[in-house]
């Protein structure tokens, strides 16, 4: 099982500069490289400081030039606020500036903040079908000399300009949750990406069990790759533990609010929760953030990572966004690649 990384600037006040949340981003992406991650995802996200990630191919094209052997990805484009031929212009420029490093997520986006923002009317269902017409047509463009006449978007023949180095075109990835999904991805020859967001090892298994199913309804499709996302933190003592797992708590609630869309706003940034407030949320508690994300001792780590492995899972990605300082992600992050990633050498 390979490692990666998935990140963005995130801010819950305006007292840190967004250069210096840039620069943080930055280093945290060469430490992954340092310790022998094979990807660096960045998401897409809009006025939102909670994920500040307005063009993930942006940071991918200046993180080229900061890295040398990481994979960086998208992780991931939201394909309802792109046309095909822009995303694979875009994708196939990106390829090109990372000598080949990229690796193409897509999704149909979650946050209904967004939707209202940048795509009025827009529902998730409907956001489902476009991603579902997207990628065809970059598979098309990719290849070059496509036309599309679908629901969403017609173009007469068109081609990536400029293609992509990787050949027929960068991996591809769908993030996805339900059978269907999986199907969708599976049968496209798609990589997936799946997370259990703070659901425990049963939602582990059963997004595995739907992958699983996908594959086997498509025996004709050479396997695909498929990733785990979840929160991680290691600790050496319980007191650093039970930090992270409030910390983690902490993000979860912030991340309700911003999903369900009712929290005042100023500046970008969501009105600070109260303890109050953040008690509406127990299936956030500290202590089942701790049992169900990736949250312990190097050595509870490395356990239920290997758990994961035998389940089938060719790649978790430390989910590093989750309110704590940076010198607390900085600390993680290093014991992870010291005391975690050789046990999967």
């Known amino acids: 099982m390979k490692f990666s990384l998935f990140l963005h600037m995130e801010r819950y006040d305006n007292e840190i500069s967004d250069t210096q949340l840039f620069n943080e981003m930055t280093e945290l992406v060469q430490m992954a490289e340092a310790g022998g991650f094979e990807t660096a995802w ?20 200046y993180l080229a030039n900061k890295t040398s052997t990481i994979r960086l990805g998208t992780g991931t484009l939201i394909a309802p606020f792109w046309h095909p031929i822009k995303a694979a212009g875009e994708a196939g420029l990106v390829d090109v500036m990372t000598n080949g490093r990229l690796d193409l997520g897509l999704a149909r986006g979650a946050y209904g903040f967004e939707y209202e923002r940048l795509f009025p009317g827009l529902d998730a269902m409907s956001a489902g ?35 992509p180095i990787q050949q027929p075109y960068p991996p591809i990835w769908v993030a996805a949750r339900d059978p269907n999904s999986h199907q969708y991805a599976v049968s496209n020859g798609c990589n997936v990406q799946v997370t259990s967001l703070a659901s425990g090892d049963e939602e582990v298994k059963s997004l595995m069990e739907k992958f699983r199913t996908a594959c086997e309804m498509n025996p004709d499709v050479p396997r695909p790759q498929i990733m785990m996302l979840m929160h991680t933190f290691v600790g050496e003592t319980e007191e650093e533990i039970q930090e992270g797992a409030l910390n983690v708590s902490k993000f979860y609630c912030y991340f309700a609010k911003w999903f369900k869309n009712v929290q005042p706003i100023e500046q970008g940034v969501i009105q600070a929760l109260t303890d109050e407030e953040m008690a509406e949320y127990p299936q956030y508690a500290p202590e089942l953030m701790r049992k169900n994300t990736v949250i312990g001792t190097p050595a509870e780590v490395i356990a239920r990572l290997k758990s994961y492995e035998a389940m089938g899972y060719d790649q978790y990605s430390y989910w590093i966004d989750c309110h704590m300082t940076f010198e607390q992600k900085k600390q993680s992050l290093q014991r992870f690649i010291d005391q975690v990633v050789p046990a999967f050498a």
């Open 42 to 61: 960045i998401g897409e996200h809009h006025a939102m400081g909670f994920t500040i990630a307005p063009n993930p191919l942006v940071n991918i094209a």
């Open 129 to 163: 079908a476009r991603l579902r017409e997207m990628i065809p047509a970059l598979q098309g463009l990719f290849a070059g000399d496509y036309a599309h006449d679908g629901e969403f978007w017609q173009f007469p023949t068109s081609t990536a300009v400029p293609r």
